[in-house]
């Protein structure tokens, strides 16, 4: 098995294993975790870090846990900024961008808006 498909059946695994709930809990921790395995491989498991971090965020976000989107969110945000900035080629390039990774992009930046602008609401 090569290493790009391994770190994601590693990912996938995890997240299946362990699904947010409404109450604390050390598994949201595993998930944060989890999502690094899909940046082991570079370039190639780009797209699909874009993709988990969506996925996470949008699990805590349904049910509340603001806390642990903010954590995810700060852990990666260096990583996830140097994914963008590596499909921005693509996108400042290519008007007919997919639009699977015109969502994702989108997807990503209203997590990362909304949690910055509630931060400094509870400033």
């Given at each position: 098995m090569d290493g790009v498909r391994l770190?994601?059946?590693?990912?996938?695994?995890v997240?299946?294993?362990y699904p947010v709930v409404e109450e604390e809990s050390e598994?949201?921790?595993m998930l944060i975790?989890?999502?690094n395995w899909l940046t082991y491989s570079?370039?190639?498991?780009?797209?699909?870090?874009?993709?988990?971090m969506n996925e996470i965020m949008r699990e805590f976000f349904y049910v509340d846990k603001?806390?642990?989107?903010?954590?995810?969110?700060q852990r990666s945000r260096k990583l996830i900024d140097?994914?963008?900035e590596s499909f921005s080629h693509v996108i400042d390039t290519d008007d007919s961008v997919e639009?699977?990774?015109?969502?994702a992009i989108t997807e990503y930046k209203a997590y990362e808006c909304y949690l910055v602008s509630f931060r400094f609401h509870l400033i």
């Open positions: 770190c994601k059946q590693i990912f996938n695994s997240v299946a294993q598994k949201d921790d975790n989890a999502w570079g370039i190639d498991t780009y797209y699909d870090a874009l993709l988990g603001l806390d642990k989107a903010r954590k995810l969110l140097k994914i963008l639009p699977k990774l015109s969502r």
